[in-house]
């Protein structure tokens, strides 16, 4: 065992691996078939939890985890000691251990798949030292073989501190409080996140493997992404993938326009809350030229799909991460600021997205309303985006009623680090426009 999690054959170096040897070959449709059986001394729980990691690898990339029917190399997934992997495939039986304490967490499972695709620990690459400082002092003295160079392909993939395979700061030290890692520049930079992969990550499968895929991941707290059909020409279907690192994802659709079709069969975009197509779903297949509207999902996790044969598709989208409020479809309902009717807490943000059926209308009533006021509601407020407009709401407000121009809106509450008020309580009803 080398590097702390990588297995290693006494006849074979790690150290490189010549041509295509140890990559995982590609089917005659593009995708690469990795068979796999995993142990039955998994609990339900726990397969599902390999499960997921495999996923959203899957989902991201042209790598496919296949059940083991008879081919002769497959990896075989169990609970042997500890969390490792071999490094690419070395044929036969491969083992890759996942104890069940310590190792199945989502990130430390797509580590070990990693390694089994054939990618070393990021901070052993060859172009490491312009990059890392190593605290030889800080190591223990028998683990100092861990932090060794290694001869690896780069890609051309710039050096990823946020890679799944990347170590933490205080790996294998003799000091718990000396760090044995420090990224040079800007030594606070967080190294060593086991969340998932990191956007680099799948870039860098993508292009080792050759996957003709447009696929991207989007694991900032929050940021944007568009497509203009006429800048890809040959690109009929791409996914986004985001994933924030707590709370649920607000989705905001700028514009939106993919040129319509009977059922949408020319093309589409899709929307659902978790790492899948099978996941709930948040939008289904849509086409046509729709005003701004905004999407929420049921946890940190939420796809975007386009697919397009022929059509125009066009959009711009911005998302975030929120931690208060959530998504509200049920024809009457409430929401209120937290701990109503208590003063609401400093530093809060909640966000409410409330989504009618179709050719409805929606009605909020504030029965009460007292947020912080100051000039332009620049401190505490609560922002409701309607369409396109927008408008800001703070101070004492006796009687508040919002009818919306249609079927969706959006409602924001912030507050500041100074400064509480009472808050609010709001009820709300789905009328027919007509």
């Not at 590097?3 to 290693?8: E, R, S, T």
């Not at 093309?267 to 509207?293: D, H, M, R, W, Y």
């Amino acid at each position: 065992m080398i590097q702390g999690d990588i297995a290693v054959r006494r006849n074979r170096n790690v150290l490189s691996c010549p041509g295509k040897a140890c990559l995982w070959p590609r089917s005659g449709n593009g995708l690469v078939h990795v068979p796999y059986i995993l142990s039955n001394n998994y609990t339900s729980l726990e397969r599902d939890i390999v499960h997921g990691a495999m996923e959203e690898l899957m989902d991201l990339t042209c790598i496919r985890f296949v059940l083991r029917t008879k081919e002769p190399s497959y990896l075989r997934i169990r609970p042997v000691d500890g969390c490792w992997s071999y490094i690419g495939r070395i044929g036969g039986t491969q083992d890759v251990s996942l104890m069940k304490t310590g190792c199945l967490h989502r990130g430390i499972i797509q580590h070990e798949l990693l390694h089994s695709l054939g990618f070393q620990h990021e901070q052993c690459r060859s172009d490491r030292d312009k990059y890392i400082r190593i605290n030889w002092n800080n190591i223990s003295q028998d683990k100092e073989r861990n932090f060794y160079k290694m001869s690896t392909q780069n890609l051309g993939i710039p050096y990823d501190y946020q890679s799944v395979l990347h170590y933490g700061k205080y790996a294998f030290a003799n000091d718990a409080g000396k760090p044995t890692l420090e990224p040079k520049g800007n030594p606070s930079a967080l190294i060593g996140q086991r969340i998932g992969l990191s956007s680099l990550d799948v870039m860098k499968i993508n292009k080792l493997y050759q996957c003709n895929v447009c696929r991207y991941l989007l694991a900032e707290p929050h940021g944007g992404f568009s497509w203009q059909g006429s800048q890809h020409p040959n690109t009929s279907s791409c996914v986004w993938l985001i994933r924030v690192p707590e709370g649920k994802v607000l989705l905001h659709f700028e514009t939106f326009n993919v040129k319509s079709s009977p059922a949408c069969s020319r093309g589409f975009i899709a929307v659902t809350s978790g790492p899948s197509k099978e996941a709930p779903k948040l939008l289904p297949k849509t086409c046509g030229n729709l005003q701004p509207f905004t999407l929420m999902s049921s946890g940190v996790m939420m796809r975007v799909e386009f697919a397009s044969s022929g059509a125009e598709v066009n959009f711009k989208a911005t998302y975030s991460s929120v931690t208060c409020g959530g998504s509200l479809s049920n024809t009457t309902g409430s929401f209120s600021t937290p701990g109503f009717p208590s003063k609401y807490p400093n530093s809060m943000d909640c966000v409410w997205a409330l989504s009618a059926p179709h050719g409805n209308r929606i009605t909020i009533h504030f029965a009460s309303f007292n947020l912080e006021s100051s000039p332009g509601c620049t401190y505490d407020y609560l922002l409701i985006r309607d369409g396109r407009k927008q408008k800001k709401k703070c101070g004492l407000v006796p009687q508040l009623n919002i009818t919306s121009s249609r079927q969706s809106l959006l409602v924001h509450f912030h507050s500041d680090a100074s400064v509480q008020a009472g808050g609010f309580h709001a009820t709300y009803v789905f009328d027919s426009a007509s």
